[in-house]
């Protein structure tokens, strides 16, 4: 799913990411059709043509997890973000780094609070944060 969009031998840097995850959303909406995939999600018809055209709009990792929920045989979109929320929690006890180390060295405007809040999931997280969390803690696993 999404924490594995990038294979290992591939640059695991926060843009190389964020295009993993949206060629993976643009297979779903390939695969299903943007009426499917408007139709199973809260997201908008533009935002899913805009998937499907290869831009990357700006989504929530609950709101990607909907999309890839809808594959056939694919968990449930809680569990998809969950799965993505745990390899980084696990990443962040292999690579013992915390929060507030991780909230320095990215490139985004969240603290160390709020990238605590973000990997348990009680703050909403777009996918680009998600990818610059994601790559700092993966890089130094």
């Known amino acids: 799913m999404l924490y594995d969009a990038v294979a290992a031998d591939e640059e695991g840097s926060p843009e190389a990411l964020l295009a993993a995850y949206f060629e993976e959303l643009a297979s779903v909406v390939a695969d299903l059709g ?4 408007v139709g199973g999600t809260g997201l908008d ?3 899913v043509e805009a998937i499907q055209s ?8 609950e709101e ?6 809808l594959s056939d045989g694919a968990p449930d979109a809680d569990s998809i973000a969950w799965e993505s929320r745990d390899h980084v ?3 962040m006890t292999t690579a ?3 929060v507030d180390t991780i909230a320095r060295e ?4 969240l603290d160390g609070k709020e990238i605590q809040q973000a990997v348990e999931g009680r703050l909403p997280t777009t996918l680009e944060q998600f990818a610059a969390i994601q790559a700092y803690v993966d890089a130094r696993r």
């Open 34 to 37: 943007v009426d499917t995939v």
């Open 45 to 47: 018809r533009e935002t």
């Open 54 to 61: 290869g831009a990357r709009p700006e989504l929530t990792l």
């Open 64 to 69: 990607a997890s909907e999309v890839l929920a």
């Open 89 to 91: 929690l696990m990443g």
């Open 96 to 98: 013992v780094v915390d």
């Open 106 to 109: 990215i490139d985004t405007e």
